[in-house]
């Protein structure tokens, strides 16, 4: 069999397994239809404006401004998170303690819970009467309203990109070129920095230009801790946000140039790392005698000689997650039942949290079935066929991990508002899609476009494609093919992807809070809700709608740690 799939392989042009066709026509189509047309709307929007006056608009000093304090607040916050991530995935990886399984699953709470309420929960914990803001205050440090608050919602929402981006890295590295080196009178920390952390140093590149990019478009987390003090505390994004209520889209959409071209590059930038660290990391996996009896000997010897080490990581490890992560959650669960169960019942079951909980519901069913069809085609195409171009597929299908939701948001009114250039023959046809609810989903779908993708892809490229050329060879057709072969080998991603996918949708802010209109009961999203109502000083009420959002993600956060186990379990 092996003999006949080369005969084939060797003819220019033939490709065993159906469905190249079909594959690429819906990957391409739905990226089209949902991601690369949208974003051309900004390109076509910013070439009315002539270039003088693009020039202008971008130089201006409060413009310059908030790119400088977007820029400079996420590249210290992934700094900072790249210390702390490398910490977090040494100790999950390298320690057994009690309670290891609990720190792992909170790694994913700043991708289940939305952003809106991570915002308030750290506004509350850091302003001048916060629980941790008032301690500072008293020796002379303001936190929130000022550019230390701002990196620390974007640390929030950019630790888990360099954990996850590390930890698999170092699960698969070898261990016996630590213990060589060992024996021959290295130090810990030689071994560390000499043999372990250029092998981790690529990964833990990516997991810092992850972050980076999104501490850069970040706005639902930042623009509640951020106060939107001009020259000072505006972020980029927060700017976009204020042109559109103003109505200067011209503006609006200079800024967001500028924005997209650096989340582009950067998403370039991390997919070509990708490759190289393929090539880069070739694990050592030959073992012999010498090595396996060293290996006995040096075990428990440094095991004993890293205990204060070990528990010294591990208390960081914990204080960290405490403080960032815990904390805003018992935040929110307090001061949502601090006016009694009552208030809380009114707040949760009133006529404009049920709508808006049924339209969060409405755009995550949506978006998780779409972006389940779209990955399941796009990691078929590009695992299974070899083509011009799969690198630019794939960087494309990236871009909205990076760009910032407000953009998101933009692109669909520069696309079907009524300044868009679809806007005239829907609003003949008699179609609303901005400011409605179609124009929630759209935005929601778009934000959440990779998740699905991402988590199939590796799987599949993982597994390779020979079963399935030999399946094409005896006959089998396509959907045979995939429902016998391909299936059962990606079943427990997909269904982590659609978790993934699924908190993500729920959450949305940014992009929701730009193309909704703010519409009570016809389409505000429960995020939405959260702040209509912080801003009007219902902070009660506030905090008790969004315990509903954090019992939400907790749920799915159960969830995906079950289907994480089932996953390795089958692996």
């Not at 790249?82 to 399984?101: E, H």
């Not at 230390?148 to 950019?158: K, S």
């Amino acid at each position: 069999m092996e003999q006949e799939i080369a005969k084939v392989k060797n003819k220019r042009g033939v490709r065993i397994i159906p469905g190249f066709g079909l594959s690429l026509g819906v990957t391409m189509a739905m990226l089209g239809c949902l991601v690369l047309i949208p974003l051309a709307s900004l390109f076509l929007s910013a070439g009315k404006l002539g270039f003088s006056e693009f020039i202008d608009v971008v130089s201006s000093p409060q413009i310059v401004s908030g790119y400088a304090v977007s820029l400079s607040c996420a590249f210290l916050a992934a700094l900072i998170n790249a210390f702390l991530g490398m910490i977090l995935a040494w100790v999950l990886v390298r320690y057994n303690f009690p309670g290891k399984r609990l720190m792992d699953g909170l790694i994913e709470l700043p991708f289940a819970l939305p952003t809106a309420v991570a915002g308030i929960s750290l506004t509350y914990l850091y302003s001048s009467q916060g629980w941790i803001g008032s301690l500072f205050e008293k020796i002379g440090i303001k936190i929130a309203y000022t550019r230390i608050g701002i990196t620390l919602a974007m640390i929030f929402v950019g630790i888990p990109f360099v954990v996850r981006a590390v930890q698999p890295v170092l699960e698969k590295l070898d261990k016996q070129y630590e213990e060589a080196a060992m024996m021959l009178g290295a130090g810990r920390c030689r071994i560390f920095f000499r043999i372990i952390l250029p092998e981790l140093f690529p990964a833990l590149l990516a997991g810092f230009g992850l972050a980076f990019a999104r501490g850069i478009g970040e706005y639902g987390s930042v623009v509640f801790i951020a106060g939107n003090i001009p020259y000072k505390t505006q972020i980029a994004p927060l700017l976009i946000m204020s042109k559109l209520e103003q109505y200067k889209y011209g503006d609006a959409t200079a800024i967001a140039l500028v924005l997209l071209l650096i989340s582009f590059l950067l998403m370039l930038f991390i997919n070509s790392l990708q490759i190289y660290m393929q090539k880069f990391s070739k694990g050592g996996d030959a073992t012999g005698d010498g090595l396996n009896s060293l290996r006995k000997v040096i075990e428990p010897h440094h095991s004993e000689g890293n205990t204060l080490v070990k528990y010294v990581l591990i208390g960081i490890s914990a204080l960290f997650l405490a403080v960032m992560l815990v904390l805003p959650l018992f935040v929110v669960l307090v001061n949502a039942l601090q006016d009694g169960v009552h208030a809380y019942m009114e707040a949760v079951l009133d006529e404009y949290t049920v709508k808006a909980f049924g339209i969060t519901v409405l755009s995550t069913l949506v978006s998780v079935a779409v972006n389940m069809l779209f990955g399941l085609f796009a990691a078929f195409l590009l695992s299974k066929f070899y083509f011009r171009g799969r690198q630019v597929i794939a960087t494309l299908i990236d871009l909205p991990f990076s760009i910032s939701p407000v953009i998101a948001g933009q692109v669909f009114i520069l696309t079907f508002g009524n300044i868009g250039w679809m806007g005239e023959f829907l609003k003949t046809h008699g179609i609303k899609i901005v400011f409605a609810v179609p124009g929630v989903i759209l935005a929601t779908v778009f934000v959440t476009f990779p998740f699905v993708f991402r988590e199939l892809f590796p799987v599949m490229n993982a597994v390779g494609k020979d079963e399935e050329e030999a399946a094409a060879l005896m006959g089998a057709g396509g959907f045979t093919i995939f429902r016998k072969i391909t299936f059962p080998h990606i079943k427990w991603a997909l269904l982590y992807g659609m978790v993934l996918c699924a908190a993500r949708a729920m959450g949305e802010f940014g992009a929701v809070s730009v193309i909704s209109g703010h519409l009570r009961g016809k389409t505000n999203t429960l995020p939405l809700h959260v702040e209509i109502l912080y801003n009007e000083f219902q902070t009660t009420a506030a905090f008790a709608v969004s315990s509903v959002l954090v019992i939400l993600a907790i749920v799915i956060l159960i969830v995906r740690n079950l289907v994480e186990w089932k996953k390795r379990t089958a692996r």
